[in-house]
T-cell receptor
């Protein structure tokens, strides 16, 4: 089945540690995105990538980093520089670089800093 | 500037009664509009989308929405609520320009009372 897979579903991190969230898609989509979701704030864009080896900062990129070495994969690293990393993280992909077509979302990773 | 306003953060209906989730938008460009649904601790699933074709859009699970340019609205409706409709719903507006013009509403939580 085609889809987008995020792992792990739940993640705990100690303060000061970096952690990487995985996002894989087998939909052959060019564009991939990372969002952060906090209660009452909707979704906020962290990073997006329209093609392999290229990515752009979204609205809240500080404290995060990404890579796009393969079309299928778009991992997100939450660094120790992110001051408030506890949140629900969603990865998405779409056919093209624009967003006028449907975006497909993963099931999310809930990150908790302890 | 582009924005989307979901007028109710919480909506509660009885099972079998109509559902109305309200969304107003503003955009300097010809917008595309989407409604997504999110069940607890899950990713987002597309319900329906408007991309300048018919103004009345039918989606999955009996939902529909009407694009009203004069009112800048894109309200989501369903004639009869089902218990499985209890979830959070997001209205999304994009411009026809490029990725950067994607805006999520803050979400409306729908409660269905038996």
């Amino acid at each position: 089945d085609g889809g987008i897979t995020q792992s792990p579903k739940y993640l705990f991190r100690k303060e000061g540690q970096n952690v990487t969230l995985s996002c894989e898609q087998n939909l052959n989509h060019d564009a991939m995105y990372w969002y952060r979701q906090d209660p009452g704030q909707g979704l906020r864009l962290i990073y997006y990538s329209q093609i392999v080896n290229d990515f752009q900062k979204g609205d809240i990129a500080e404290g995060y980093s990404v890579s796009r070495e393969k079309k299928e994969s778009f991992p997100l690293t939450v660094t120790s520089a992110q001051k408030n990393p506890t949140a629900f993280y969603l990865c998405a992909s779409s056919i093209g670089g624009g967003f006028n077509t449907e975006a497909f979302f993963g099931q999310g990773t809930r990150l908790t800093v302890v | 500037a582009q924005s989307v306003t979901q007028l109710d953060s919480h909506v509660s209906v009885s099972e079998g009664t109509p559902v109305l989730l309200r969304c107003n938008y503003s955009s300097s460009y010809s917008p595309s509009l989407f409604w997504y649904v999110q069940h607890p601790n899950k990713g987002l699933q597309l319900l329906l989308k408007y991309t300048s074709a018919a103004t009345l859009v039918k989606g999955i699970n009996g939902f529909e929405a009407e694009f009203k340019k004069s009112e800048t609205s894109f309200h989501l409706t369903k004639p009869s609520a089902h218990m499985s409709d209890a979830a959070e719903y997001f209205c999304v507006v994009t411009s026809s320009g490029g990725y950067q013009k994607v805006t999520f509403g803050i979400g409306t939580k729908l409660q269905v009372i038996p």
